[in-house]
């Protein structure tokens, strides 16, 4: 080799030595290794050329782009560019990475819903035999979404949407070797949604907050829920504090508030099990305003 500081053209010719064993046992312990298809550790090399790190993983160990403080690296944090030397795939015997992906839950198999994150998610599984990992990706129905870190374990599938879709994991290795497993199909469905609305004469019926409703009035509330995608709503249960009675359960049901204030009513809707089966609630409080009592004055 030729250290080039001080005569551009002529320079020096000197030694690089690759391990601490070329010095017979004398100074600093160091070594060039090779890691799968990339080399790490230190050279040293005479006259002006001193120390020559193979590797950013040298200085920055956990690969967050920030020195690790350790040795005579810069101090903990300051910035370390990555830098490296990765041999061919043919020299290095390097293998490709390896995925799998399954779906939590079984029955009904690969199926969330839109409102239920976490209901449905996926175990990853994302590794490589030379321990040389680069970079791993989720593809959604083909599309490419962004990278996701390599240690990730599991994948939340709401996130991704209503409808049916496909999932495929893709890791690359650092010396560029791909595998992505076949897709896995999976549903997202709506969830129920549930919901009510009220009225004073069983007839025009609006959001509760909307009506003005008085001590010991009549007040009708009806279902206006949603089912979940292909689900079938059979039962509705409703529940009133404070009311008379306090809970009911059809489509359209009424009650009375004996006290003024503020009443919680709860609608619980469930579908038929032979359906999807999901049970949702809806809360609402409704304020209740003391009646007026009229005091009847005889005409003098
Ligand atoms: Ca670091
Ligand atoms: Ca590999």
Redesign the pocket.
Known sequence: MKALTGDIVKGWDGWMSFSSKNSNGVGSIYGVKRK??TLEGYAWGSDVVGWVSFSSKNCDPDGDGKSNGVGFCPATGIPIPKYGVTLDNEICD????VATIACSSTTPQCTGYTNSPGLLNFNLSMT???D??KTCEVLIDGNVKPAIPCNTTTLDATQYGAGSHSIQIRVT???G?SYTTLPTSFTIRQDIQPSFVCSLDGTNFKACGQLKVLTGMRVYFKDTSLPSTGGNIITRNWQFVGGSPTTLSGPVVYTKFIGEGPHNITLTVIEASGTNGRVGSSLLSLIVAKNPVFKEVAPE
Do not use: I, S, T, Y
């Open positions: 799968a298809c390097n293998n490709p990475p490589d035999p030379d040389n990992l290795d650092e010396g070797l």
